[in-house]
């Protein structure tokens, strides 16, 4: 049987996606046109601009800075959508509309999941903050890496609840990948916003999604764009 999550340390291959690390290219917005809309003011004041943003474990006092707990100067930070675990240990809220949505097919998603896919929403953090945690009753956040493959805040990293453990969110250096699964919305529909614009690592599929999305062999607008099969043909 092949091996799914070869040495941690190795270059992820364009259109395989198989291996740790990681690495979102949301964390490059610069290379992304999606992610070079204007980010709101929400009244981060703090330092740095972006908490780790270097990566790693080197942010110091972590939980009192974006996304977690911090404070809003001047109560710019409007709650728009909450996000909350299973067992409801566990409450984010999030300011505004996420800047993309996507699915990803990659071997680590299905597995790190237990699902085809991962559906996920990008939200920034950065210097204007869209997100904080409202409630961590019993000390319930749960911080994984998927490079170090073990427990701990060592950013690129997954957050979820420890007692659930139901998945929240992916923090990376720039951005925070929500899953819309742990959203509360309005009567039960998903906004426009959180719908996806493209399936990423689709050459790692285990079904055929026909839904007429673009489909990417690897990240979206950086690998090769792939022919969508319909039921019969997959």
């Known amino acids: 049987m092949p091996e799914v999550h070869p040495n941690p340390r190795s270059d992820v291959k364009p259109g395989e996606h198989s291996g740790i690390p990681h690495p979102p290219p949301e964390d490059d917005p610069g290379q992304h046109t999606e992610l070079q809309k204007p980010w709101p003011d929400t009244g981060w004041r703090g330092e740095p601009n972006i908490p780790s943003q270097k990566g790693g474990d080197t942010e110091k006092d972590f939980m009192n800075k974006p996304p977690y707990f911090w404070k809003s100067e001047g109560d710019k930070f409007e709650a728009h959508y909450t996000s909350q675990c299973w067992c409801g240990n566990v409450v984010f809220e999030f300011h505004g509309n996420p800047l993309d949505a996507k699915h990803c097919h990659c071997r680590q998603c299905q597995s790190l999941h237990g699902a085809p896919f991962q559906w996920a929403v990008i939200f920034p953090k950065a210097s204007h903050s869209t997100c904080h945690s409202l409630k961590n009753e019993q000390n319930s956040l749960h911080f994984f890496s998927t490079e170090l493959r073990k427990g ?26 929500a899953y819309p699964g742990s959203f509360k919305f309005k009567d039960r529909k998903v906004p426009l916003d959180f719908q996806p614009s493209a399936h990423i690592f689709y050459s790692e599929r285990v079904l055929e999604i026909p839904d007429g999305i673009p489909k990417w062999e690897g990240h979206k607008g950086t690998s090769k764009l792939l022919q969508e099969l319909t039921d019969q043909e997959g």
């Open 152 to 177: 701990g805040h060592y950013v690129p990293c997954k957050v979820s609840c420890d007692q659930c453990r139901s998945p929240l969110f992916d923090e990376g250096r720039n951005t925070v990948l």
